[in-house]
């Protein structure tokens, strides 16, 4: 195993951990630039790992790293390493706040500035289910008449489906609904 290849992805894949806010799309311009320094991997690459880290369960974020050390080292240890590499700032910085917190958990002013994040995360959470419910019915991704009339028919079949059947596990549906995306080419 290449230790100078190890020791960079640790480097790079921590660096991108510690900016990289937002979530995991927030990791793509990092990786471009890996790709584009390091020659690890191709443009056209960096597409499939993006559609494998977004359809395998888990953060896209840390799919996407443990699919560049796997994929750079053709080893399991690369996909570790360079997974432990880019959560290990995030890891490090919740350890950090937590001790803060601890000490300032009964102060006013932190549980009125938590209490004031309630409505933000709920917003934000809202938002992104409308905009996946447009993106879902809507062949344009905005509100208009191009409606996908296949996508609202199974919408409602799936509804029905789980009202009926309101005991049925939520990981039976999941499947469900993939097969009928199979099926429908959605």
Partial sequence: MDIQLLFTLVVEFFKTGLFA???GLATIP???EMGKK???F???MLMNMIAVSESTPGPMGVNMATYVGIHTTNSVIGGIVTTLSLVAPSIIVCCIVASFLKKFKES???QNAFYGLRPAVC???ASAGLSIFVVTLFEDSQISLNISWINVLLLIIIYFFAKKFNKLHPIALVCICAILGIIFQL
Avoid: E, K, R, S
């Fill in 123 to 125: 917003a934000m959470i």
């Fill in 42 to 44: 191709t443009t056209d």
């Fill in 21 to 23: 806010l937002g979530g």
């Fill in 108 to 110: 006013p002013v932190v």
């Fill in 30 to 32: 990092f990786l471009v």
């Fill in 38 to 40: 390091f020659h690890w």
